[in-house]
Structures are given as C-alpha cells and as structure tokens.
C-alpha cells in the first residue's frame, strides 16, 4: 500500500466515507457490458448451480443446474450459458470500426464483469473444463459447449494484461478507484464495498458495510454461496428434487429451487448495476480509449482466427519458454499502463513524485532555440532548467513526459540539489530553427514531469521452444490432440 493510498483510508475512517484515489477513471465502461454472477456449488470445484447473466439491468436471465453432480445438467446449463455469450460476442463483430480504414478492426469488443476475483476465477475453470469437450465420441456435449470455453479462456487470459477491460471484477475496479476505512479483504465484499462508496441516505460507510455482512439482507456476491443458505435452504431442494419420482414433482422442485437461487442472486444483480453507474459517473481518462483499442484489436484477431480455423490451440499449460515470454510481456504492460494513468491523472503522478521517479516545478531558464550540432544533422534541442522542491531520483538520460505536452520528450542532462536540465525533442513543429509558439515551456511556468508512456522496451531474449534448456524440463513434447482431452478437468 502506498502512501497516499494509507492517508486515503485514514481520511475514510475518520470521515465515514470513501475517498477517491483518482481524479479521473481508469477503465473502459462498455456502452452494453454483459454482466455474470455466477454461483458454484459448495465442496464441487466449480461445478456450477447457477448464474444470472445479461446486458441489461432489467434483462437478466436466470440459469439453474438442478443436480449439479449430473454431468449431463452441468453441460446443459454451460450451453444455455453459450448461447447468451456467443450471441453478445457474435454482436460485438457486426461492425468495422470506421476510423482504422487501414486495417481490420471491430468498433466493439466484449466486456464481461463479475462481482469479484472468485467471479473471474469461475470464468477460468469453466473455460478449462469444456474448452476440450467434443461435440461426437464419449459422452459428446453441444457444439457450442467447446466454444464457449474457447472464449472464456481468452477472456481470462486478457484479464492478466494490466489495461485490459474485457473481463472486469468490479470489486477490484471500484477498489482502484475509491479507498475505504475497511481491509482490503473486506473490500471483496461487493456489498460492504459499495456501502463505503455509495451508502444509504441516513447511512455512513461503517453502518452500511456493517449491514452489507447481514447474508440475509446481502447475500454473497458469489460463486460462493453462504454456508446457512446451503445448509437450510439450497440442501433440502436439491434433495427434493432427487427423491421426486415423476416429472411434475421434479418440475415443482426445479421450481423451487430456482426461486431460492434467483434470491440469492438478484441482490448482487442490483448491485453491479449500481456499480456501473458509479463508474461511467466519473469521465474516463484520456488513455482508456487507447487501451480499449488494443483489446478491440486482440479481439478482432482472435474471432478472425477461430472463424478460419487457423486459432493456434490453447494449451492446458504454458511451456517454459512461452511462461517466460508472457511473464516478460506483462511487465513491460504494467510499467506502460502505470505511466498512462500517471500522465492522465494528477493523484496518480503524486505517488510518482513521491518516489522520486516524477517531479513538478517551476522553469527558472530556457534556450529555446538551442540547435545540437553534434550529430550528421543539426537538430532543435531546446534546453530548460526546473526548479523543483520534490526529491528527484533519476539519472541522466532517463526520458520523461509532461502532462501538458504528451506529444513531446524531455531528456534528463543533469539533476542536483534543486535544478534538473531537461532536453526537448519532438513536438515543437517542423522547423529545425525555432520551436512552434507555445512548445517550449516558458520561464516562469509550472511544469510537471513523468515517466513516458510509449516509450520502446525492447522484449527479452529467451531461447527457442527446441531450445529449453534442461533445468526448466527440456524441449516440451508437441502437442497431439487425443480423447484424454475431452475429460472434465475442474482444476
């Protein structure tokens, strides 16, 4: 926890209230998210029992298993379950996005939220376990079945990449954004979350968490059920419904469960709603269109793919060399995406400026028209002194970006004890003479300056998959498709 995120919830307990970290918010809110609450069955590793799922907050459909032990129900429910998200990611393709004439790019992609990370670890573990069932054979399951699982393992796999929206747990996105006077493992109570947030009138944050932990008045948020609830409740209708003997019985049991189900879920319904408006309350930062961008870009390549059959398999484990790789690939995301939410928000640059990495300051002298002659070219590489009362912990050469000009670098020359020369380059228009009015800083101007969101990171270098040296197992076996695959596979 950093500093300023400490100070935020002391201000919380002592005001009562959640206080925001952001001035602005960081994640993309899709104009039709589809929202997922699921529910497991306690003991089971993700066997399902049941899950509201829509795109409205009128709209939400009801999915029951009655007998979560038959494999047979599961995979049915898991194909009712298919056709509302293949429909919603089939309707995300429709159309191009028509500002990327130059290449193929859908104007949407599918955003899925669930109520916390037990939501998004739900979405892994069906996605691993039906991803490999076959639609012929051994106990075949519709065709729509693998697929889904397909995509649910996509949708997991993007939601390791710091940035990405398309499968979101709120409780983690209100918590980027609001701090509370609670823990953060009370704040995985979507419930109590948001009654710090958004509490009852009458309310304070403590008295509405207080009466979120109530599982009679706020049931969990899932895939979870509360403990009594199973006990009391979900036990003796699933019993009834397998003692029933003929199919009216069955029928009014099937009833009855689902009407308890369907009140364990529909609180948590209304509360991811209210969370969606509490997010596109706030006005999105400038780089979330960018990052969403990247995510219709992914997205786009993957539905081209799987619709040629040329989608590269999805693998039950990654090889050495590929866990490396990927590994590799999110650092460098997150040092990115903590650089964009730093140059699109001041309470975000704050904790940079802190650590030393960042710095706000007044310009105390300028050349403007500074030429550097040492290259092959002359080039205009104006020079500007900061001076500045934060503490500056980088080295010459280090590359950083101001707020106010994103469009242009600024090299470290030197730092002492109050002064740091900065080099400019880019931005300052075409002329290799003088700089365009107004690129320069200007003495006098208070400036801040941070780390550089686009700046290249070169990838690391691993060696090939043939070559995966012996103390990381060896070069792995290629992969044969065989019918240990289609085996249920909940871990």
Excluded at 12 to 17: C, R
Excluded at 99 to 113: G, I, T
Excluded at 314 to 327: C, F, M, N, T, Y
Aim: aromatic share 6%.
């Amino acid at each position: 926890m950093s500093i300023l995120t400490a100070l935020a919830r002391a201000e919380a307990v002592e005001s009562g209230h959640a206080q925001p970290l952001t001035t602005v918010r960081h994640t993309h809110i899709a104009a039709k998210p589809l929202v997922l609450v699921p529910l497991a069955l306690a003991g089971e590793a993700a066997a399902p029992l049941a899950a509201m799922v829509g795109t409205g907050r009128d709209g939400g459909r009801l999915l029951v298993v009655a007998n979560p032990r038959d494999r047979t129900q599961r995979f049915e429910f898991v194909a009712q379950l298919a056709r509302i998200m293949l429909t919603y990611i089939e309707g995300c393709s429709r159309t191009v996005d028509p500002e990327q004439p130059s290449k193929m790019r859908y104007a949407e992609a599918p955003q899925v939220l669930v109520p916390n990370r037990g939501g998004v670890e739900f979405v892994r573990l069906l996605g691993r376990s039906t991803r490999f069932r076959r639609a012929y054979g051994p106990h075949p399951v519709h065709r729509t079945v693998p697929l889904l699982g397909q995509w649910l393992t996509f949708l997991r796999e993007r939601a390791d990449h710091p940035g990405s929206a398309m499968l979101l747990a709120v409780t983690e996105v209100l918590g980027e954004h609001w701090a509370t006077g609670q823990s953060g493992l009370e704040d995985a109570n979507l419930a109590a979350l948001l009654g710090w947030i958004d509490p009852p009138a009458g309310l304070d944050g403590p008295a509405a968490a207080g009466l979120a932990e109530d599982p009679l008045r706020w049931p969990p948020a899932g895939p979870s059920t509360d403990p009594t609830f199973d006990n009391e409740v979900l036990a003796p209708a699933l019993a009834s419904y397998q003692r029933a003997a003929d199919p009216q019985a069955q029928s009014r049991a099937e009833t009855a469960l689902a009407a308890a189900v369907q009140e364990q879920l529909e609180p948590t319904w209304g509360l991811m709603w209210r969370a969606v408006d509490l997010l596109r309350a706030r006005p999105a930062g400038a780089s979330v269109e960018t990052r969403w961008a990247v995510d219709r870009d992914v997205f786009t390549v993957y539905h081209m793919s799987l619709a040629e059959g040329t989608a590269l398999p999805q693998p039950r484990r990654d090889s050495a060399v590929a866990a490396a790789g990927r590994l590799d690939r999110l650092e460098r995301e997150q040092a990115r995406y903590e650089a964009q939410r730093a140059l699109d928000d001041p309470l975000i640059m704050a904790e940079f400026r802190l650590s030393g990495e960042a710095f706000t300051g007044t310009v105390v002298s300028a050349s403007p028209n500074r030429v550097d002659t040492s290259g092959k070219k002359a080039a205009l590489r104006p020079h500007i002194t900061v001076q500045t009362d934060d503490p500056v912990r980088l080295e010459p050469g280090a590359l950083l970006v101001s707020p106010a000009r994103p469009g242009q670098q600024a090299m470290v020359v030197s730092v002492s004890s109050v002064d740091v020369v900065l080099e400019l380059s880019k931005g300052m228009g075409r002329s290799t003479k003088q700089p365009a009015p107004g690129s320069v800083p200007e003495v006098g101007e208070l400036v801040t300056y941070g780390p550089v969101s686009d700046a290249y990171q070169p990838p690391g270098r691993f060696p090939s998959r043939e070559d995966t040296p012996w103390t990381h197992g060896g070069p792995p076996p290629e992969y044969q498709p065989n019918d240990s695959d289609a085996g249920e596979d909940w871990s």
